[in-house]
Structure formats: C-alpha cells, structure tokens
T-cell receptor
Framework: DVKVTQSSRYLVKRTGEKVFLECVQD?????MFWYRQDPGLGLRLIYF???????EKGDIPEGYSVSREKKERFSLILESASTNQTSMYLC?????????FGPGTRLLVL | GQQLNQSPQSMFIQEGEDVSMNCTSS?????WLWYKQDPGEGPVLLIA?????ELTSNGRLTAQFGITRKDSFLNISASIPSDVGIYFC????????????????FGKGTLLTVNP
C-alpha cells in the first residue's frame, strides 16, 4: 500500500510565524504535490515537484515556498503565516496520473 | 486554466437510494479519476478511467468516461451511511512539457449526506 504521511494533523500558529509542513511518501514516487482545501473552493494546487530539487508553481503559490531535497520528502513553507492561510493542507504523491493523498494538516493561524 | 464543473454541489439522500453525480469541462481529458474524502481525512481513489466510453465498476460504484472526453459521471447504488463524504472528480490532460505531465484538475466536490 502507498503511504503518504504528513507531520501534523492539527497545527495552531500565530500571525507572522514561519511554518513548516512536512510530507513523506514511501513509494519512490517522482511527483509530489501540495494543495490547500477550503469550503466551496475544492482543492487548489499550491506547488508541485517532479524530481528532487525541482519545483513548479501551482495555481496559488503566493505566500508559500517548497523544498524537495530528498525524493521521499516534500516540505511546504509559510514564510510569514497570515490568517488567510488558515486551511486544510493536503500532500499527494504519484508516479503517473493517480495521486495518493496524505491525511491532511489542519492549520489555524491566529 | 482548465476547469471542471462538478454537480451537484451537495446531496441529501435516504439510505438505499441511488446517487448520481457528474463532471463536465470545455477541455478534453485523457484520464478521469474519482476520489472520495471522508470527514477529516485525505481523498482516496475510487475509480480511474482511461479511455473514452469506458464504463468501470467498483462494488456499488460505477463510473463512465464520456465519449467526447469532456465529461464523466459517478453512480452509487443502494447507498449506505458510510458513503457519506465529499466526492471529487479529477481530470488529466497530457502535457508535452515534461514535469507537469501529471498535474490533475479537480472539481469542487459533491458533498453527500446519507440519512439512515
């Protein structure tokens, strides 16, 4: 079974803090993705990576950055968290078209 | 960019009823995927469709890849309480630009509530 894990299920941070969300997959997948999910807006792609040290902007990259130093790990970074970044963050990985999702991190920024 | 219109946005049904939801687009897709998301969890793949006209079943679920390649539907027969969740369609249209080959476009989801 494919396993995608995310470092935290719930996170509470203060405005202005630097936030790291970690994602690890154990299937040697080349592609990894970060989404945020908000009511009524569905899944929106923030960043994705198709190889180590490679990254591409998704649809809503502003306010976020990513890091992929190892194939199995894809990190999402909020340089200075803001209240409008309160959301559910989902990580996914894939070899081809089928993406496998982690359980999500629910982030609250106060 | 590409967009998927998923409908309905939400459904409230009685246990035992059949359910149908669909996704449409003005763009052509090469692959359609249907995911289910349980409350508080990440989406899980239900069915993948790879060819226009393909009809695929997974237990009580049936999905079809539209002939025009611009739409897909998902049916759930004889619904049960554990069918509750958000159902997402996702489409893939191949790009020749290497790394973005596997970027999916997602619908906004259909929230299904089943009354026991």
């Amino acid at each position: 079974d494919v396993k995608v894990t995310q470092s935290s299920r719930y996170l509470v941070k203060r405005t202005g803090e630097k936030v790291f969300l970690e994602c690890v997959q154990d299937m040697d997948h080349e592609n990894m993705f970060w989404y945020r999910q908000d009511p009524g807006l569905g899944l929106r792609l923030i960043y994705f990576s198709y190889d180590v040290k490679m990254k591409e902007k998704g649809d809503i990259p502003e306010g976020y950055s990513v890091s992929r130093e190892k194939k199995e790990r894809f990190s999402l970074i909020l340089e200075s968290a803001s209240t409008n970044q309160t959301s559910m963050y989902l990580c996914a990985s894939s070899r081809t078209e089928t993406q496998y999702f982690g359980p999500g991190t629910r982030l609250l920024v106060l | 960019g590409q967009q998927l219109n998923q409908s309905p946005q939400s459904m409230f049904i009685q246990e035992g009823e059949d359910v149908s939801m669909n996704c449409t687009s003005s763009s052509i897709f090469n692959t359609w995927l249907w995911y289910k998301q349980d409350p508080g969890e990440g989406p899980v793949l239900l069915i993948a469709l790879y060819k226009a006209g393909e009809l695929t079943s997974n237990g009580r679920l049936t999905a079809q890849f539209g002939i025009t390649r611009k739409d897909s539907f998902l049916n759930i027969s004889a619904s049960i309480p554990s069918d509750v969740g958000i159902y997402f369609c996702a489409g893939l249209s191949f790009s020749l630009s290497g790394g973005s080959n596997y970027k999916l476009t997602f619908g906004k989801g259909t929230l299904l509530t089943v009354n026991p």
